[in-house]
């Protein structure tokens, strides 16, 4: 076994390798860039090394500079992770030639698989059943849009290079070609350097269920079963269990042999998954998507079911040990489900978020995994994917799995920059959801039910009330940000008056009188209500109607943030709101709805534009958004160009109705 191992990776993958690295007494290698120094894996690791700025071609899809740190540090072998340079065949060749082991496939099968166009030759002829489409090497864009044209709409365009769903795009219309085959080259190119399409017939009615894959180097392929991907958004899993309520004993063999079919016909070794997808209506067909040559994100779910560290396996196999059991052995035991905790606002369309961890809040308990890379000062930003953690929670049976989960939920909040936890709990108790009845275009039929922004209770308000009064108080424990006015008079109780909102919610009005101990809080036009905090350390417990609840709470740039069972609310005084968010889209101001980088600007000044013209491009987080015109007018701003950073709300452009234009 290796005495020293490099993880090339960061986040919550980094520290989930780290973790069995340590259990197996291995000595462990960190690597970070310049936006991840002091993150947890750096501190968790025996030693960890800088290799360059924040973007990842500088840093982590360097192949000389992660190379070279692990030769600095004596590693023996390298564990990829997932993303970035887990399934690059040149850095497996590059650590061959350095005589490093890359804890992975061979060379031979990430070629093989890793062009998608060349991977559905290869299984296809094995025998293991594909898409309708063309999948051919180097179709130019009229190719393309005639393959899809001939396939029928919808079709589904997909990088050949790559996964994650980067890149991937649905079309519906023939008159939609040109635009969705530039953006999703220029999508693939920015993740995977390499923009070749290949195209697939849309299966509507459709899961995604992949077969996690292992072997060793001597000649031994099983599988573990299989997990439900079908919970997707945007083609990028959200919530993935095992094993698929949709399968029976006999689907599984047929998908799992399928699976291991695939894998032995490129020579396969270590963890692997196959993917297929499968008609709900008919899930005994199912067709062969692609393989994922490397770790999955969701592979816990298949840890949990099994027993096994998937993990350890891979460097046993690197190392050149037998796996330990053959197919007959593998038993499934119980039901296991995983939730993608990201930064974003799915109130916003999913928009990718920053900030800074002010406060955190991670779940414990019986049949409760927690994936995580966060701490409190872990700064989040647009260089990398905005995956935070996973939450995974384990049962006898399926009912038992997903109860526990939304309970997890319940008690998981960061407080600093928003998340997607409310939305994951909204989805976890969706009828069809709980039925088990999913499909890949779930999420997008629920739309807004699922993704609509609670507005905040009064109780909330109150406690925002609570918490800015300790702020002012002499014995606060929380730093005064908000330069909020004593509302105390020696002798005359005074009320202090606020006006907060959330963003997108209109202001409301909260009064408060007295002391933090004894005070009188007034929501609106409700009535006045006694209400009590006590400080707990960095949270605040708030009594208000006999009911004693505990907030969470944090501030910083003028913004207040509140947890209670997993809500976390972030408040703005109206003034500092209506300073934060510029002008307003009514006047035909276009602001960046995230922080990113612009990778295209398709406007000028002076140009004549319809609402909705494509004015920008916006990539953050290996996700591109394109910025429109919110009204016909004449573009009179536009104050970026392609390669600059923006800010979250900052004003990109500006479009001037004809009137207004007019008069100027």
């Excluded at 006045?528 to 605040?540: F, H, M, Q, T, Y």
């Excluded at 208000?544 to 709470?553: E, F, I, Q, S």
């Amino acid at each position: 076994m290796f005495s020293t191992v490099l993880v090339a990776n960061r986040g919550e993958i980094a520290v989930r390798v780290l973790r069995t690295l340590r259990a197996m007494g291995i000595r462990s290698v960190a690597v970070y860039s310049d936006a991840d120094a002091g993150a947890l894996h750096t501190r968790l690791a025996d030693v960890a090394v800088p290799i360059g700025p924040a973007p990842a071609a500088q840093s982590y899809l360097s192949i000389e500079r992660v190379l070279d740190a692990a030769v600095r540090t004596g590693a023996q072998a390298v564990h990829p992770g997932y993303g970035f340079l887990s399934e690059n065949v040149e850095f497996a060749r590059a650590c061959e030639k350095a005589g490093i082991v890359f804890i992975g496939p061979p060379v031979a099968a990430i070629e093989a698989m890793g062009d998608k166009i060349r991977a559905k030759q290869t299984v296809s002829a094995v025998g293991v059943p594909v898409v309708p489409g063309r999948a051919e090497p180097g179709m130019d864009d009229a190719a393309v849009a005639a393959a899809a044209v001939e396939a029928g709409f919808p079709v589904l365009l997909k990088p050949s290079a790559g996964g994650g769903g980067k890149g991937m795009r649905i079309v519906r219309a023939e008159s939609e070609l040109a635009e969705q085959i530039a953006g999703a080259r220029r999508e693939a190119r920015s993740s995977f350097g390499d923009d070749t399409l290949l195209v697939e017939r849309y299966v509507g009615n459709s899961r995604h269920i992949e077969v996690q894959v292992l072997g060793d180097t001597h000649g031994t392929v099983v599988h573990l079963g299989e997990r439900e991907c079908s919970l997707q958004r945007r083609h990028q899993k959200v919530i993935e269990e095992a094993p698929s309520p949709l399968l029976d004993a006999a689907g599984r063999a047929r998908m799992g042999g399928a699976a291991v079919e695939a894998a032995r016909a490129v020579g396969y070794t270590g963890a692997g998954t196959v993917e297929f997808i499968v008609d709900a209506d008919r899930p005994e067909d199912f067709f062969f998507l692609e393989m994922n040559t490397r770790l999955q994100v969701e592979h816990p779910v298949t840890e949990c079911v099994t027993g096994l560290d998937l993990v350890e396996l891979q460097l046993r196999v690197a190392a050149g040990e037998s796996l330990p059991f053959g197919q007959d052995d593998v038993v499934l035991t119980g039901h296991a489900i995983e939730a993608r905790v990201y930064a974003e606002d799915p109130a916003r369309g999913f928009l990718p978020q920053a900030g800074t961890v002010l406060a955190l809040t991670e779940p414990a308990g019986a049949g409760v995994r927690v994936d995580s890379s966060l701490a409190v000062g872990t700064v989040v930003g647009s260089d990398y994917d905005p995956m935070l953690a996973k939450v995974i929670a384990a049962g006898p049976d399926r009912e038992t799995a997903r109860a526990r989960l939304v309970a997890a939920l319940e008690h998981t909040a960061v407080l600093g920059l928003s998340t997607n936890t409310g939305f994951l709990r909204a989805l976890l108790s969706d009828p069809d959801v709980v039925a088990g009845q999913l499909d890949t275009g779930l999420i997008e039929r629920r739309g807004a039910a699922l993704t609509a922004a609670e507005p905040p209770s009064a109780a909330v308000y109150a406690a925002a009330a609570l918490a800015l009064l300790v702020e002012s108080e002499p014995t606060g424990a929380l730093v005064d940000r908000w330069n909020v006015p004593d509302g105390w008079r020696l002798g005359e109780p005074a009320w202090t008056v606020r006006r907060l909102s959330v963003a997108g919610g209109e202001p409301v009005t909260v009064r408060v009188r007295g002391r933090s101990g004894d005070a009188v809080v007034r929501v609106g036009e409700d009535e006045p209500v006694p209400v009590r905090a006590e400080r707990d350390g960095a949270a605040l417990l708030v009594t208000m109607d006999g009911v004693r609840t505990r907030y969470t709470v944090a501030s910083a740039d003028g913004v207040l943030w509140l947890a209670a069972d997993g809500r976390v609310t972030a408040l703005r005084e109206q003034e500092r709101l209506a300073t934060a968010a510029g002008a307003a889209v009514s006047d035909g101001a276009v602001t960046a709805p995230m922080p990113g980088t612009v990778t295209l600007v398709q406007a000028s000044v002076g140009d004549q534009v319809e609402a909705g013209t494509p004015l920008l491009v916006v990539e953050a987080m290996k996700m591109e958004h394109v910025l429109t015109a919110p009204l016909a007018g004449t573009v009179t701003e536009l104050g970026v160009t392609a390669g600059q950073s923006v800010r979250l709300d900052e004003r990109v452009a500006v479009v001037t109705p004809p009137a207004a234009a007019e008069e100027e």
